[in-house]
Structure formats: C-alpha cells, structure tokens
C-alpha cells in the first residue's frame, strides 16, 4: 500500500504492487466507462472501511487511518472481508441502520451465498440500493461545504424540483439577510400569494442536531406571518422533543433531514446527474400474440 496515501486514488499503484495487476487489469474500465475498475473497487473498499472505523474523513474525499485501522495494518491479517468488517460495532450498526430504514429483515448470510441463492433482479436491486447509500453519504458531504446563502438556494432549486409553485421561478422568493423573520425562502403557491410555503434551512454538522427551542421560534415565526405552512430542512437531524414538538402545532410543517435531504436530491436529479442506465426488458407478450 502506499504510505500517507489519503484518497483511494493515491492508493492504485500500492495495490498494483500488492496484487500483481497487469496493465491492462488497471485500465480495465466498469461498463459506464467513466473510471476504472481498480479504481472503483478501492473507491467501494474505503466507504466500508469507513464506516468499520479503521479510516476516518477528515475533508471531503480525503480519508486518514484511525488506531483501529493501524492495528489491522500492523497485525497478522493478510486481507479484509466484509464478514471480517462485521465484527466491529460501528460496521454492524451502519448495516443494522440501512436495513432498519428499509424496513428489511436482519439477514447474516455471507455475500457469496446471496450471490448464489437470490434471482439476478434482486441482486441489482440490492447493488442499485447499495450504491445511492453512497451517493447519499457523499452528496451530504457535498453539501456541507457550501456556503450558507448558496445552501439556501439548494433547498429552493430542491423544492422547485419537486413541483412546489408549480416549479415556476417567479413563485420562488430568497428572503433576505436581515428583517427574514428567521425564513431563508419562501414559495407561493399561487399567483396571487395567497397561500405560501416558508422555509427554514440549517447546514448544521451531523452531530448538532435541531431541538426544540428551534422549531419553536420558527413556529413563532410562522404564527406572525400568518402562515400555516413550513418546511425545515437540516443537514444534520432533528432530537427527538423537536419531532414530537411539531406532531402536535397547528401548523403544517415537514421536517427534512440530512438523509432525506440526499435522497430527494437524488430522485429529482438535483446536485447529481446519470453515470449508467440499465434496463431490464422482458418478452413481449402481445408481440407474439398469433392473431392472423
């Protein structure tokens, strides 16, 4: 491996040495064409080497070795599995989390056996989910290093995006930096204002969460405006009092945190764009049909 190496990148040629690759292995490229496959498997190794804790991101695309992970280095082991990486707590509460979101069984079966016992669309079914948690994990990433005013207009470019107004630019208003009354933005829903949505925005770090006394004031906001709409968007998540908090106002308010955050962003293509397309296609039934 390559020494102080921090992106998988800088890794390639130290894996090139360890495993022997030829050429033409390290420029194979995946079917998207768009890197190569070396690249890609070290790319997917560091994301769950991450979440075991053996690196750590300390910027975005930029990864250290933690004490655990310098421990692996230095001990006996010649290679890492995902089996492996299951021992430790950090690995098993991040799948424990992804399956607890999906509402999916708790399932312990190695990855060789799923390969072999589940039919080909739920393999890609399972790669496709797999990999729009990445996605999710590195557009929240991205978006932590905007700027407050142009995080802002991310949620409105979002909320455009999914139909709120209409998606008409003239229904989007940025409110400005001071005299908000606490709203980043504000969407009509109709030509003549009459109904509006008011926005809220936090590009808070993912262990500063939004408590109560938050969702208050921009209740109280929302009570002066005359306003029975809001959205509250936050990077990082909402505690618990927060959410039972806004169960019981007379307002209609949503809350959207980082993980929803992401994962609107990446159904509403926004912040993200298409690297591969597969289709799935099945005999035409009506095609064949003998109606002569």
Request: some cysteine; hydrophobic content about 35%.
């Amino acid at each position: 491996m390559n020494k102080g190496a921090t992106k998988p990148r800088e890794c390639l040629q130290g894996l090139r040495e360890t495993l022997k690759l030829t050429d033409s292995q390290m420029e194979e490229l995946i079917p998207s064409g768009q890197r190569t496959r070396a690249f890609d498997r070290a790319d997917w190794a560091a994301f769950h080497l991450m979440h075991a804790g053996l690196v750590a991101r300390v910027s975005r695309g930029t990864l250290v070795v933690t004490q655990a992970g310098k421990a692996i280095v230095e001990g006996p082991e010649d290679k890492l599995t995902k089996k492996r990486l299951a021992e430790y707590p950090d690995y098993r509460a991040w799948r424990e989390a992804n399956r607890q979101r999906k509402r999916e069984p708790a399932d312990d079966r190695t990855e060789e056996i799923s390969a072999v016992s589940e039919p080909p669309e739920e393999t890609i079914e399972r790669a496709a989910s797999e990999i729009e948690d990445a996605l999710a994990e590195n557009l929240l990433s991205a978006v932590l290093t905007l700027s407050p005013l142009r995080f802002e207009r991310l949620i409105l470019d979002l909320l455009k995006a999914m139909g709120y107004g209409g998606g008409r630019p003239e229904m989007y208003r940025e409110t400005p930096r001071s005299g908000d009354n606490g709203f980043d933005g504000i969407i009509d829903e109709d030509a003549l204002g009459l109904d509006a949505v008011y926005i809220q925005a936090k590009r808070y770090g993912p262990d500063n969460k939004v408590g109560r006394e938050a969702l208050q004031a921009f209740v109280g906001s929302l009570t002066g405006e005359g306003a029975s709409k809001g959205v509250f968007v936050t990077t990082s998540d909402f505690s618990s009092h927060a959410q039972q908090y806004v169960s019981r106002v007379q307002q209609r308010i949503v809350l959207i945190n980082g993980d929803r955050l992401a994962r609107l962003m990446i159904r509403h293509d926004v912040g993200v764009r298409p690297r591969q397309t597969y289709v799935i296609r099945s005999v035409d039934e009506d095609y064949f049909t003998d109606t002569v």
